[in-house]
């Protein structure tokens, strides 16, 4: 039984949450950072009394499990040891299947019991029902799905006539690979990424008039956004370090592969640049914006280049964000010019990376 | 052709290979080890994608630190297993490759009618079987006008008669004056690749043996 257990669990559970270490890090810093536990509450009594707004907390747990959901069926297509699973009598099957991804819906079913505990103190025996039949739900909704994985395995991936037609007549650029990696193999981190950061960015632009704010309000917002990005540079470092390692045999200098680099962050973090440019503040100058935005990139390419530095595993990686983060805290606060912050980064960056790019490696 | 200095590479503080001294001159190389020995370590190494310590200089000229870009552009490398981005088509590939690489376009159509991989250049890698990969990787291997080819296990996976292509290509490559590191496992009929030495790779060193007839 141990065996039917530790391995699915391995592949499954722990890869799940070392994979979203940074989603679950966006959420913390969205939850934890903005919100005290007051307001917590408050919002928890306002949904138990509210069906419109539980339902919206319905809608998010619903999205939450779908992506479990979709990160077990990839691995369960992929991996052909966990097609042994289907000689598993049907309940044990069934039973292991449910604890594994129970484990996987933890931290909603968690934030339903703090639900169901705020309805307590509210005596709102309905609301709590819904919330615990709900959870019941959400909770068997894998099983089905898993099931049907395992009697599909490797399914023909069918990439469409539109794909086929453009593979016969364009090539990717190299500045694009990453891109569609990122659309192809990440599309939740990109979403959540992208999604995390845009609305920072909209959020300061939103903020700024609300009072005597000055452009270091938005460039906090951009040291948050590239904080966001975190995921996605080491999504990129892993990439070329595993599917790419052809790369470092190409004969190409190191200042044309920091300028390839520099190309690959601009288009990461270009939807930033756009929301920047459209909405900035009308005392706020196009350059003083632009510095902001290169504030961003150089803080991209710096998290960049410190992979390059060290290597480091993803979650080790996150972690280790938090007391730059604090420093570039104080230079801004410090009111240290934003193009001074800008052009520091790129060139500590640039050094970084020069001096780091051929002695790095991926180590397992 | 190919001068190794205090060559020393360590994983997790792990001595895996130190070479204090190995010259290659031009011609047809055989490495030899067992599985886990350090080759395709010593391979990943000399084609500059590994960090080590120590020196490595193409034809007494081209330093590996000191001119990485003509180093690079002179030395190539098939792997023994390759991977490659999923979604990407081997035709992605190989217009990049040899853009960088500055092959000419002839000996781009040249070498995939060579090797056979026409009828599937345009389909995503993640669906090719892996002899379809091995041979993408050698049309990438070839590709340009290298001083060197690095070819880790050029044969497994390989069907008789792109094997047999393999062969003939690296004994045409030689005459034009390439010079090749191999390993593999497999036998090959000395008459058809005369190899000009053979090296073992073992107790974490590297060492020359018996100048060999054949194979």
Same mark, same amino acid.
């Given at each position: 039984m141990s065996a039917l257990w530790t391995v699915p669990e391995k592949l499954i559970v722990r890869q799940f949450y070392l994979q979203n270490t940074?989603?679950?890090?966006?959420?913390?810093?969205?939850?934890?950072g903005f919100l005290s536990s007051a307001e917590h509450i408050a919002l928890a009594s306002y949904a138990v009394h509210d069906w419109a707004f539980l339902a919206a907390y319905g809608i998010i747990w619903v999205m939450y499990a779908v992506h479990t959901i979709r990160f077990s069926l990839q691995v369960f297509q992929k991996t052909d040891l966990l097609q042994l699973f289907r000689l598993i009598p049907s309940f044990k099957r069934v039973a292991i299947l449910y604890f594994l991804h129970f484990q996987l819906l933890a931290p909603v079913v968690f934030y339903g019991g703090f639900m169901v505990w705020v309805g307590n103190q509210h005596g709102t025996t309905t609301a709590n029902v819904v919330v615990v039949v709900f959870m019941g739900l959400l909770s068997v909704l894998p099983l089905p799905f898993v099931e049907r994985a395992l009697r599909h395995p490797n399914p023909e991936q069918f990439a469409g006539h539109i794909g086929a037609w453009l593979r016969q007549r364009f090539t990717t650029p190299y500045l694009l690979f990453f891109i569609r990696y990122l659309f192809r193999e990440q599309p939740a981190t990109l979403f959540l990424t992208k999604v995390g950061s845009c609305l920072v960015t909209i959020g300061v632009l939103a903020l700024y008039p609300t009072d005597e704010y000055d452009i270091r309000l938005l460039s906090l917002g951009m040291l948050l956004s590239a904080a966001l990005h975190a995921g996605i540079v080491f999504e990129l470092y892993r990439f070329e370090a595993t599917q790419l390692l052809l790369l470092r045999n190409l004969p190409v200098s190191l200042s044309g592969r920091f300028l390839r680099y520099t190309g690959i962050l601009t288009l990461v973090i270009s939807p930033e640049a756009v929301l920047l440019l459209k909405n900035h503040p009308v005392d706020v100058t196009v350059p003083a914006i632009l510095g902001v935005w290169l504030w961003g990139l150089s803080l991209l390419f710096l998290q960049y280049a410190a992979l390059l530095t060290r290597h480091q595993p993803r979650d080790r990686f996150m972690s280790q964000l938090f007391w730059p983060l604090i420093g570039c805290f104080l230079l801004i606060m410090y009111r240290l010019p934003v193009w001074g912050l800008a052009a520091t980064g790129l060139v500590a960056a640039a050094v970084l990376f020069i001096r780091s790019y051929y002695r790095s490696s991926w180590e397992e | 052709m190919l001068t190794v200095q205090n060559f020393r590479k360590e994983y997790h503080n792990r001595l895996v290979l130190a070479i204090p001294q190995a010259d290659f001159p031009p011609g047809i190389h055989w490495l030899k080890g067992r599985n886990?020995?350090?080759?395709t370590t010593f391979f990943r190494s000399v084609a500059g994608l590994l960090p080590f310590d120590g020196s490595l200089v193409l034809e007494a000229k081209y330093d590996i630190r000191r001119q990485p870009v003509d180093y690079r552009l002179r030395v190539n490398y098939g792997e023994a297993e390759p991977l490659y981005p999923q979604f990407l088509t081997a035709w992605e590939l190989i217009c990049w490759v040899a853009t960088t690489k500055q092959a000419p376009t002839q000996q781009i159509d040249e070498l995939i009618d060579l090797f056979g991989i026409r009828d599937f250049i345009k389909t995503p890698i993640g669906t090719y079987s892996s002899g379809m990969l091995k041979k993408t990787s050698l049309v990438l291997a070839f590709l340009g006008k290298p001083s060197l080819i690095l070819l880790d296990?050029?044969? *497994?996976?390989?069907?008789?008669?792109?094997?047999?292509?393999?062969?003939?290509? *690296?004994?045409q490559s030689r005459e034009q004056g390439t010079s090749f590191l191999l390993s593999s496992h497999q036998d090959v009929d000395a008459a058809e690749l005369p190899v000009d030495s053979v090296w073992v790779v073992q107790n974490q060193s590297l060492e020359s043996i018996t100048q060999p007839a054949g194979l």
């Amino acid at each position: 039984m141990s065996a039917l257990w530790t391995v699915p669990e391995k592949l499954i559970v722990r890869q799940f949450y070392l994979q979203n270490t940074g989603l679950f890090l966006v959420v913390m810093m969205l939850a934890f950072g903005f919100l005290s536990s007051a307001e917590h509450i408050a919002l928890a009594s306002y949904a138990v009394h509210d069906w419109a707004f539980l339902a919206a907390y319905g809608i998010i747990w619903v999205m939450y499990a779908v992506h479990t959901i979709r990160f077990s069926l990839q691995v369960f297509q992929k991996t052909d040891l966990l097609q042994l699973f289907r000689l598993i009598p049907s309940f044990k099957r069934v039973a292991i299947l449910y604890f594994l991804h129970f484990q996987l819906l933890a931290p909603v079913v968690f934030y339903g019991g703090f639900m169901v505990w705020v309805g307590n103190q509210h005596g709102t025996t309905t609301a709590n029902v819904v919330v615990v039949v709900f959870m019941g739900l959400l909770s068997v909704l894998p099983l089905p799905f898993v099931e049907r994985a395992l009697r599909h395995p490797n399914p023909e991936q069918f990439a469409g006539h539109i794909g086929a037609w453009l593979r016969q007549r364009f090539t990717t650029p190299y500045l694009l690979f990453f891109i569609r990696y990122l659309f192809r193999e990440q599309p939740a981190t990109l979403f959540l990424t992208k999604v995390g950061s845009c609305l920072v960015t909209i959020g300061v632009l939103a903020l700024y008039p609300t009072d005597e704010y000055d452009i270091r309000l938005l460039s906090l917002g951009m040291l948050l956004s590239a904080a966001l990005h975190a995921g996605i540079v080491f999504e990129l470092y892993r990439f070329e370090a595993t599917q790419l390692l052809l790369l470092r045999n190409l004969p190409v200098s190191l200042s044309g592969r920091f300028l390839r680099y520099t190309g690959i962050l601009t288009l990461v973090i270009s939807p930033e640049a756009v929301l920047l440019l459209k909405n900035h503040p009308v005392d706020v100058t196009v350059p003083a914006i632009l510095g902001v935005w290169l504030w961003g990139l150089s803080l991209l390419f710096l998290q960049y280049a410190a992979l390059l530095t060290r290597h480091q595993p993803r979650d080790r990686f996150m972690s280790q964000l938090f007391w730059p983060l604090i420093g570039c805290f104080l230079l801004i606060m410090y009111r240290l010019p934003v193009w001074g912050l800008a052009a520091t980064g790129l060139v500590a960056a640039a050094v970084l990376f020069i001096r780091s790019y051929y002695r790095s490696s991926w180590e397992e | 052709m190919l001068t190794v200095q205090n060559f020393r590479k360590e994983y997790h503080n792990r001595l895996v290979l130190a070479i204090p001294q190995a010259d290659f001159p031009p011609g047809i190389h055989w490495l030899k080890g067992r599985n886990g020995s350090g080759k395709t370590t010593f391979f990943r190494s000399v084609a500059g994608l590994l960090p080590f310590d120590g020196s490595l200089v193409l034809e007494a000229k081209y330093d590996i630190r000191r001119q990485p870009v003509d180093y690079r552009l002179r030395v190539n490398y098939g792997e023994a297993e390759p991977l490659y981005p999923q979604f990407l088509t081997a035709w992605e590939l190989i217009c990049w490759v040899a853009t960088t690489k500055q092959a000419p376009t002839q000996q781009i159509d040249e070498l995939i009618d060579l090797f056979g991989i026409r009828d599937f250049i345009k389909t995503p890698i993640g669906t090719y079987s892996s002899g379809m990969l091995k041979k993408t990787s050698l049309v990438l291997a070839f590709l340009g006008k290298p001083s060197l080819i690095l070819l880790d296990e050029p044969l *497994i996976t390989l069907d008789h008669a792109t094997t047999k292509a393999v062969i003939d290509r *690296i004994r045409q490559s030689r005459e034009q004056g390439t010079s090749f590191l191999l390993s593999s496992h497999q036998d090959v009929d000395a008459a058809e690749l005369p190899v000009d030495s053979v090296w073992v790779v073992q107790n974490q060193s590297l060492e020359s043996i018996t100048q060999p007839a054949g194979l």
